[in-house]
Nanobody, 126 residues
Framework: QVAVVESGGGLVQAGGSLRLSCTASGRIFGGYAVGWFRQDPGKERELVAAIDWSGGNTFYADSVKGRFTISRDNAKNTVYLQMNSLRPEDTAVYHC???????????????????WGQGTQVTVSS
């Protein structure tokens, strides 16, 4: 069983930055594809960014391209989401999700992720 935990959320002014971290316990994270999703009340869950098991392939939603960067440090069992130039519309609960995909591709659908964290709140004030 993999336990996924997010951290790093908080309140920031528009234009500011935050770095979210996603750590996994119980398994070595290196063979897992990871995605960051966000959801605001009343809105659909949205895939923000995804990274494959090696870190060599990434995906970004159009709404965050050029502002967010996903990366991973498998030695630390951690995936990061660096968020710069934050906007009020980035306000949401951000969830990390993982799925075991050694040598596999990016995972872009939420239904294909088996392990989810509880989420961390990101609030961007105008």
């Amino acid at each position: 069983q993999v336990a996924v935990v997010e951290s790093g959320g908080g309140l920031v002014q528009a234009g500011g930055s935050l770095r979210l971290s996603c750590t996994a316990s119980g398994r070595i994270f290196g063979g897992y594809a990871v995605g960051w999703f966000r959801q605001d009340p009343g809105k659909e869950r949205e895939l923000v960014a995804a990274i494959d098991w090696s870190g060599g392939n990434t995906f970004y939603a159009d709404s965050v391209k050029g502002r967010f960067t996903i990366s991973r440090d498998n030695a630390k069992n951690t995936v990061y989401l660096q968020m710069n130039s934050l906007r009020p519309e980035d306000t949401a609960v951000y969830h990390c999700a993982a799925d075991k995909r050694p040598l596999g591709p990016l995972v872009l659908r939420s239904v294909d992720y088996n392990y989810w964290g509880q989420g961390t709140q990101v609030t961007v004030s105008s």
